[in-house]
């Protein structure tokens, strides 16, 4: 951006308050003059009004209303609060399977092995190509990938869907193979891949892919260990948890990011210990805060991490979603369902954030 211009203010000084406003808010100011209409195609402010929201995190959870087949989403922020959340905009019945960076991965309902990538906050969506290999028909056990990650590189402005699942031949139980389909926005192409794995998942560690250092990680469901995809190569491997995780049992383990890093949650019955990777190459651990959950002791059993900022933490109980500061180290009620739920809160959470970033 040209900072000679005669203002008020200067233009990096405009460019840091606009970086700041919600997205729809954004989107408004673009009609005030044709320097602010420039700004969301502008490479130097796209990148810093998506590092600015990498710093401001939300969630993205359903609310499914148990006397009608239908549902609705919320985005829980902390500085603004709650507001309704819609998908209207792709036409079709859908489900989040996978978040990254401000974009959605989502399956079609009525349709199995239709995809959609979309990016809420600007309305601009992808339908992705059905590949020739028919997977979805032939996953175990239930037809559907058992792992879907989205990996959305802000820098190249590119982003890979990865579905991956154990395979099975018609009328045959599954024989360990696990297939692996890798979608590329620049090709617009399909790619596959075979190996062989042992590991589960539960529902949560599903919903917890974190895409760092152009990978793809999982938690698998023993905690025992993180799983990667390395998109780069096309190759699977195992990554260690931190040491002290491995020697506590009976404590429940959860992997997010923090600052474009992994980083593991650790819940036991009185504290929550929060994990940085903070060499990936060497796979070394620093434990960097301590959490007391004495003041929310009764929901302790149910209470699930889902995103996570330097400032805040986020975690949805089945009815609640609760925030804590972690400066001031205040807890606080960000929403609570005031009617009966199919599914628990937590069970369709999302980590979520603004972004500028065309799905085209």
Same mark, same amino acid.
């Given at each position: ?25 954004l989107?408004?100011?673009? *009609? ?7 700004? #969301?195609?502008?490479?130097? =402010? ?6 600015? $929201? ?6 993205l ?36 399977r996978?978040? #990254? ?5 989502c ?11 979309? &990016?809420?906050m ?15 028909t ?7 990938? *058992? ?20 395979h ?8 360990? *193979? ?17 190996? =062989? ?25 023993? $905690? ?15 990554? $260690? ?20 890093c992994l ?15 903070? &060499? ?21 059993p149910?209470?699930?991490?889902? #995103? ?6 986020f @975690?949805?109980?089945h009815?609640?979603? @609760? ?21 628990p ?9 603004? *972004? ?5």
């Amino acid at each position: 951006m040209n900072s000679q211009r005669d203002g008020i203010f200067p233009d990096e000084v405009v460019l840091q308050i606009l970086a700041r406003l919600p997205m729809k808010s954004l989107f408004r100011s673009k *009609t005030v003059c044709k320097l602010w209409c420039r700004l #969301c195609s502008d490479k130097y =402010f796209i990148k810093l009004f998506n590092e600015v $929201s990498a710093k401001n995190p939300m969630l993205l959870v359903e609310i499914s209303e148990s006397l009608q087949l239908k549902s609705s989403l919320i985005c829980v922020e902390n500085r603004l609060g709650v507001s309704e959340f819609s998908l209207s905009f792709l036409k079709d019945r859908v489900r989040v399977r996978a978040s #990254c960076n401000g974009l959605l991965c989502c399956s079609s309902i009525p349709d199995k092995g239709v995809y959609y990538v979309c &990016n809420p906050m600007t309305r601009e969506f992808k339908l992705l190509p059905r590949s020739r290999e028919r997977p979805v028909t032939r996953f175990h056990p239930d037809g559907e990938a *058992t792992l879907v990650g989205l990996a959305c590189n802000l820098s190249t402005q590119n982003f890979n869907v990865v579905l991956a699942g154990y395979h099975r031949t018609f009328g045959h139980r599954s024989d360990g *193979t696990f297939i692996c389909l890798v979608y590329d926005s620049e090709s617009n192409k399909w790619r596959k891949f075979v190996s =062989f794995q042992d590991d589960q998942f539960t529902h949560m560690n599903k919903n917890q892919v974190v895409y760092v250092n152009r990978a793809l990680h999982w938690l698998t469901g023993s $905690s025992s260990s993180i799983l990667v995809l390395d998109l780069y190569c096309d190759i699977w491997r195992k990554m $260690s948890l931190p040491y002290e995780v491995g020697e506590e049992s009976g404590n429940r383990v959860y992997l997010l990011e923090l600052d474009g890093c992994l980083s593991v949650m650790q819940i036991s019955d009185t504290w929550m210990n929060i994990w940085v990777l903070k &060499n990936y190459e060497k796979e070394e651990w620093s434990l960097v805060d301590r959490v007391s959950l004495r003041c929310i002791r009764g929901l302790v059993p149910g209470i699930f991490p889902i #995103c996570q900022s330097g400032e805040v933490v986020f @975690l949805a109980t089945h009815k609640q979603v @609760l925030v804590y500061h972690r400066k001031s180290r205040v807890w606080k009620e960000m929403y609570s369902v005031k009617n009966s739920s199919t599914l628990p809160l937590w069970f369709s959470a999302h980590a979520f954030r603004s *972004t500028i970033f065309s799905c085209h």
